[in-house]
């Protein structure tokens, strides 16, 4: 059996009494619920253009893309 079955058989066998006491015991391991954060590399080419999609063709052209 591993750690893991272990511990979900022994959640199993608390008393319904002292489920809200292991459930708060267990909180701080978990960390907070919900949606995981955003990847850490979201938002690195922000450039602080608003317009940049709307320009694209003159970025390019800029960059020497396709030449």
């Known amino acids: 059996m591993t750690t893991r079955e ?3 058989a022994l959640i199993d066998r608390v008393p319904d009494d ?3 006491a292991v459930a708060q ?3 701080p391991f978990i ?3 919900g949606r995981p954060g955003r990847p850490a590399f979201i938002g690195m080419g ?4 608003s317009d940049t999609s709307t320009r ?3 970025i ?3 960059t020497g893309f396709g030449e």
């Open 60 to 62: 390019l052209r800029e």
């Open 56 to 58: 694209a063709d003159e």
């Open 46 to 49: 922000r450039s602080g253009h």
């Open 31 to 33: 960390g907070p619920a």
């Open 18 to 20: 002292d489920i809200d």
């Open 6 to 8: 272990e511990l979900h």
């Open 25 to 27: 015991s267990l909180r």
